[in-house]
């Protein structure tokens, strides 16, 4: 949570909402214990949105030889040593219910590949379901995921990650939740002086790396929510009272669930489903 600066950027956040646009750095150690994010965070800040952007996550350390530039939000997501399997089965749900993300920024399998000793395709499914959590928490939840950034030893099965990538986002992609690629790979450019003496870790020129990857489009996504927040509100609303046969919540739309208020019929063809007791989805 951060919002200095919040008046000097006082034209922009009126045009979109007092609401800050929350973004979620969801990894391992390769998010935690580097320096990237403040590096990402210069970027933001050199484009004129730290004011309207804000970090969230349960954790928010940040390693103490990274620069730490005014009005940084630490708060990430990044587990080191965890596994997209356990994170998609266990954790996802929750952190993102807690936190609500417009953005989720991701790079994780590393673990998967080096501890758990499991494929590209539990990965790649791992991946699934972690969205499908995101935008349960968010139906118009915007996804970045992180071409994963190689190993000394250039493990085949993070290169098999890497190449499954592309496939699966034009698969999961939609103009309400899009899904796009921060290429963080060795075919993007990412070296083996980039690493650190563990061959697994970014040192700061891989975090220069990493940054220069993920900023731009993370910007974009931070400029595309602002631009969808204010269409959506003024769409959304007559939908809702208009009557006839067009009416109910949209696909991937919320149409139930604890505290809901909002319509509880879809559009056709969907139908409403619980996802849980808090969320019933227009799917
Ligand atoms: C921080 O420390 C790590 C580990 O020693 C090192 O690889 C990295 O280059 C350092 N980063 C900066 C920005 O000094």
């Known amino acids: 949570m951060k919002l200095s600066g919040f008046a000097l950027f006082a034209g922009l956040t009126s045009s979109m909402g007092a609401q800050a646009v929350k973004v979620m750095l969801l990894g391992d150690s390769i998010t935690e214990i580097t320096c990237w994010r403040p590096l990402v965070w210069e970027q933001i800040t050199s484009a004129g949105l730290a004011g309207s952007v804000d970090f969230v996550g349960s954790m928010n350390d940040l390693q103490p030889n990274c620069s730490r530039p005014q009005g940084f939000d630490p708060d990430h997501e990044g587990h080191s040593g965890w596994q997209a399997y356990d994170i998609a089965r266990n954790n996802i749900a929750g952190w993102v219910q807690n936190t609500k993300p417009d953005i989720v920024q991701f790079m994780l399998g590393t673990n998967d590949v080096n501890i758990g000793h499991r494929n590209a395709d539990s990965i790649i499914g791992s991946y699934t379901i972690m969205l499908n959590a995101m935008r349960a928490a968010n139906p118009r939840v915007k996804v970045i995921v992180d071409k994963i950034i190689p190993t000394s030893w250039s493990d085949a099965t993070i290169e098999a990650v890497n190449t499954a990538i592309p496939g699966w986002v034009q698969q999961q992609t939609t103009a309400e939740s899009p899904v796009v690629i921060a290429d963080c790979s060795r075919a993007a450019g990412f070296t083996n002086d980039m690493l650190r003496d563990d061959g697994v870790h970014p040192n700061s020129k891989g975090d220069q790396f990493i940054a220069g990857q993920i900023g731009p489009k993370l910007i974009q996504l931070i400029k595309d929510v602002s631009t969808t927040s204010s269409t ?41 489903q619980q996802v849980n007791p808090y969320y019933y989805q227009c799917l």
């Open 232 to 272: 959506s509100t003024s769409s959304t609303s007559p939908t809702s009272t208009s009557g006839g046969s067009g009416t109910g919540a949209a696909h991937w739309g919320q149409c139930g669930g604890i505290g809901w208020n909002g319509a509880t019929t879809c559009v056709s063809p969907y139908t409403c």
